[in-house]
């Protein structure tokens, strides 16, 4: 692993990271927050960041580190897809690099590169517990397609994370423009497969003695609401199985990073109950 | 005056806005952060960002917000320097488009447009009047070239600032080389009208029969400190003068928004105080 920065902040350290990933076939680069050491190794919540971010968007935005430095949490934000001149992309901002899905590709050109599923919850984390002092406590959350991320990848590992937290997330992109568009280029055109992926075909698949608290924040004034997101249809299915989740509706809010800063803090505090 | 972007913000509003600028010759950009309207109108805290800089990099990285929302304080932050194809421009970092150095310029060809001690202390706050509902109550702070902004423009003012504050500002441009080679390039090389600018040639002649308290603070891990910055050589006038300073070392940041954003709470809370 290689430093690129490193600084000061909030009596922590922000730094920024470079590995080679065996599963990605690629370098990729990662954001982490080190809250002043204390004396038991604290847990970590990872983020995952939205169509076409990477690592340093929530990183320099969001302004989390203040809570996570008063809660003891490290914060891990990895890229949002394989990278690089070696790596397939596509024009548009919805697909390939940048806009990964946090899945496991089967077709091609992806499948050799797009296993982000594999990387957020397998060789990410095991590359965090070589390097650093951590708890074996992990949550995660995320923003948009990032959200779509956290919620799929907590619903299909019961027991491995504490909580899972969401802003404006995919919830059911079996169902929407852009999960329609991605699913059919990474898994094909059988969408029978494509539920694997989808949180609220998981939810409504998941084992409820595993259940694990959800938090969602949503936007009310978020231009991609409607079409894109429609959190309404996650609750539904949590309502039929009885699973915590709590949506929250917030009025005149966007799908922009000055809502995410917004509610960081309520994100924070609720993660650091589940993992303590 | 045209609505860029507005987002809904910690119960407030994120507002983008670009107007005429007749002082600067140019349309101008600027953001302003308005609070939950209350009983009375709010005072009006100024920004003033460093190099290569304009009304974002604040905005969305110093997690200001926040605490000013809770305040009820209304945050405005400034371009760094006229734009534009028609403005004067130079390829260098530290001079033209983004390196005003906020002072009146009297040499060729800046002259015509580089006047932003006008537009920051005259024609900015008279339009922030005149379009939004505040309070006569200012402050100003800023970051490096604009913490000596914010420094010069509060010295130069006499009862016009409630309070100063600044991150790692450059205090005394007339011994440095980012000020050595703006001031001679907008003002000429005679030496002693470059002294109307410098902080600690005006902190020394300053009345202080109309101090205002300034804070400074400053990471002693900042790669321009020694260099660049030197805030104990305004710190030694202050003494001398028993001006009401407080300047504040802290121990491995760096000269990065990770800094300001993990000292803007103090900051906010400071201007607060002097505004009420």
Not at 202 to 209: E, G, H, P, S
């Amino acid at each position: 692993m290689e430093l690129l920065e490193e600084h000061r902040c909030f009596e922590g350290w922000q730094q920024r990271w470079r590995h080679d990933s065996a599963v990605l076939k690629c370098p990729m680069t990662f954001s982490i927050f080190l809250p002043t050491p204390r004396t038991t190794p604290p847990p970590v919540l990872y983020w995952l960041s939205g169509l076409t971010c990477n690592d340093e968007n929530f990183t320099t935005k969001a302004g989390a580190q203040r809570v996570a430095s008063e809660l003891g949490i490290v914060l891990v934000m990895p890229d949002t897809s394989p990278r690089g001149e070696n790596v397939p992309n596509n024009e548009s901002y919805d697909l390939g690099q940048g806009a990964s899905f946090y899945l496991n590709a089967t077709e091609q050109p992806w499948a050799d590169h797009f296993r982000m599923y594999d990387y957020i919850n397998d060789e990410l984390p095991a590359l965090i517990a070589d390097n650093f002092s951590i708890s074996e406590k992990a949550s995660i959350f995320g923003h948009s397609m990032g959200g779509h991320g956290a919620l799929s990848i907590a619903l299909k590992n019961p027991g491995r994370y504490c909580s899972v937290s969401a802003f404006a997330p995919i919830v059911n992109p079996t169902r929407v423009p852009w999960g329609q568009k991605a699913f059919n280029a990474y898994l094909g055109a059988d969408e029978g497969k494509w539920r694997e992926w989808d949180s609220c075909c998981l939810l409504m698949q998941a084992d409820t003695t595993h259940a694990i608290p959800v938090l969602i924040d949503q936007g009310d004034a978020d231009q991609f609401l409607a079409d894109q997101l429609q959190p309404a249809q996650f609750a539904e299915v949590a309502r039929q199985k009885s699973w915590p989740l709590t949506l929250r509706v917030q009025p005149g809010y966007d799908h922009s990073y000055y809502f995410i800063a917004s509610f960081i803090e309520d994100h924070l505090r609720f993660h650091a109950e589940h993992l303590a």
